[in-house]
């Protein structure tokens, strides 16, 4: 199985700063076929299901604010959050989607 | 515009099997891979197992000797199977769309418990 690790676990971000966290892949999600990487991004506030932000590691969902953008390749990603807004205090997860069985980080709770 | 909504039952007995229902709406399940996840309580989220519409499964080896799943494509449902649970098997329950997940339903808790 590939193992998705994240950090940190918790990250506390004044309103208006930059957030950023790392998700690290135990083998690469680059598929050369297609020069894609099999990695998404997830926001979960409590008591809804996750909501995806990112696809392809840097490809952001219709509708996500501007302000969220993901970045890297192989084995290592990461998500920032450019101006933090109140609304962004959730825990975000990684994915990979290179193959099954598809796998999560641990998760990264933001807070303000 | 799509849908998602899990049914069944929220509370199961030990050893028993854990039915849910996933039911689609707004796009036909006759594409994309459709996919069951879980999350225990206070707890990160964990990919049990998914199927396509032709009928081809894949499961995550935790869960590989317990998990079926199966879809319906005239009912556009698809469903999941998890024998003999226990307490471990205590969890919200979510049903969702596509390798990378664009669309989920708002998840059933799940209780295992005599």
């Known amino acids: 199985d590939i193992v998705m690790t994240q950090s940190p676990d918790s990250l506390a971000v004044s309103l208006g700063e930059r957030a950023t966290f790392s998700c690290k892949s135990s083998q690469s999600l680059l598929y050369n076929s297609n020069n894609k990487n099999y990695l998404a991004w997830y926001q979960q506030k409590p008591g809804q299901p996750p909501k995806l932000l990112v696809y392809w590691a840097s490809t952001r969902e219709s509708g996500v604010p501007d302000r969220f953008s993901g970045s890297g390749s192989g084995t290592d990603f990461s998500l920032t959050i450019s101006s933090l807004q109140a609304e962004d205090v959730a825990v975000y997860y990684c994915q990979q989607y290179y193959t099954t069985p598809w796998t999560f980080g641990q998760g990264t709770q933001v807070e303000i | 515009q799509v849908q998602l909504q899990e049914s069944g039952p929220g509370l199961v007995k030990p050893s028993e099997t854990l039915s849910l229902t996933c039911t689609v709406s707004?796009?036909?399940?006759?594409?994309?891979?459709w996919s069951w996840i879980r999350q225990p309580p206070g707890k990160g989220l964990e990919w049990i197992g998914n199927?396509?519409?032709?009928?081809?499964?894949n499961y995550n080896p935790s869960f590989q000797s317990r998990v079926t799943t199966s879809i319906d494509t005239s009912k556009n449902q698809f469903s999941l199977n998890l024998r003999s649970v226990t307490a471990a098997d205590t969890a919200v329950y979510y049903c969702a769309r596509g390798r990378f997940f664009d669309f989920w339903g708002q998840g059933t808790q799940v209780t295992v418990s005599s």
């Open positions: 707004g796009v036909s399940i006759t594409s994309y891979y």
């Open positions: 199927i396509y519409y032709s009928g081809t499964s």
